[in-house]
C-alpha cells in the first residue's frame, strides 16, 4: 500500500519560531509537492521539486523554504513563523503527471 | 492563467439522491483531470482521473465523470448518493508539459436523512 507520511498531525508553535515539516514517501516518485489549504481557498501550491536537491517556487512560497536532501524525503521550513500561516498544511508526491498522492495533513497554528 | 473552477462552494442533498458536481477548466493544452475528495481531517483521495479514450469514466464509491471538451467541464456524478459521502470534493487539473497541478476551491457535500 502505498504511503505519503507527514510528521506531526498537529502543531503548535509561537510567532518567530523556525518551524521544520517533514513528509516521507515510499513509492519512489520524482516529485513531490507542498500545499497550504485554508477554507474558501482550496489548495495552494507552497514548493515542489522534481528532483533531490531541485525544487521550484509555486504560487505562494514567500515565507517559506523547502529542502530535498533525499529523494523520499521533502521539509517545508517556516524560518520565522507567523500567525498567517496557521493553516493546514498538505504534502503529495507523483510520478510524472499522475494523480497525486497526498499525506493526512499538519493542521498548524501559531500563536 | 491556467485556472480550474469549482461554481457550488457546498452542496446540500438527500440521502438516496443524484449528485452533480461541476468543474470547468481554462482552455489549455490535453489536459489531465481528477476529481479527490477529502473527508474531514484527512488527506485527498482520488477518486477518479481522465487521461485520455472514453469521456466517461468511472470511479470508486459509484462515482463517475464525464469529459466534454467543448464545454471545458469535467463534472463529477454519482445516481445515489449515501450519508458516508458527506466530504469535500476537488477537481485537478494538469497539463502535458508541466509538472503542476490545479486545484478548484472545492465544494463541500452535506448529506440529510
Known amino acids: 500500500d502505498v504511503k505519503v507520511t507527514q510528521s506531526s498531525r498537529y502543531l503548535v508553535k509561537r510567532t518567530g519560531e523556525k518551524v521544520f515539516l517533514e513528509c516521507v514517501q515510499d513509492?519512489?516518485?520524482?516529485?513531490m509537492f507542498w500545499y497550504r489549504q485554508d477554507p474558501g481557498l482550496g489548495l495552494r501550491l507552497i514548493y515542489f521539486?522534481?528532483?533531490?536537491?531541485?525544487?521550484e517556487k509555486g504560487d505562494i512560497p514567500e515565507g517559506y523554504s523547502v529542502s530535498r536532501e533525499k529523494k523520499e524525503r521533502f521539509s517545508l521550513i517556516l524560518e520565522s513563523a507567523s500567525t498567517n500561516q496557521t493553516s493546514m498544511y498538505l504534502c503529495?508526491?507523483?510520478?510524472?503527471?499522475?494523480?497525486?498522492?497526498f499525506g493526512p495533513g499538519t493542521r498548524l497554528t501559531v500563536t | 492563467a491556467q485556472s480550474v473552477t469549482q461554481p457550488d462552494i457546498h452542496i446540500t442533498v438527500s440521502e438516496g439522491a443524484s449528485l452533480e458536481l461541476r468543474c470547468n477548466y481554462s482552455?489549455?493544452?490535453?489536459?489531465?483531470l481528477f476529481w479527490y475528495v477529502q473527508s474531514p481531517g484527512q488527506g485527498l483521495q482520488l477518486l477518479l482521473k481522465?487521461?485520455?479514450?472514453?469521456?466517461l469514466v468511472q470511479g470508486i464509491k459509484g462515482f463517475e465523470a464525464e469529459f466534454k471538451r467543448s464545454q471545458s467541464s469535467f463534472n463529477l456524478r454519482k445516481p445515489s448518493v449515501h450519508w458516508s459521502d458527506a466530504a469535500e470534493y476537488f477537481c485537478?487539473?494538469?497539463?502535458?508539459?508541466?509538472?503542476?497541478?490545479?486545484f478548484g476551491a472545492g465544494t463541500r457535500l452535506f448529506v440529510k436523512a
Open positions: 503529495a508526491s507523483t510520478q510524472g503527471q499522475m494523480e497525486q498522492y
Open positions: 513509492m519512489d516518485h520524482e516529485n
Open positions: 521539486s522534481y528532483d533531490v536537491k531541485m525544487k
Open positions: 482552455y489549455g493544452a490535453t489536459p489531465y
Open positions: 481522465y487521461f485520455s479514450g472514453d469521456t
Open positions: 485537478a487539473v494538469a497539463w502535458t508539459g508541466g509538472f503542476k497541478t490545479i
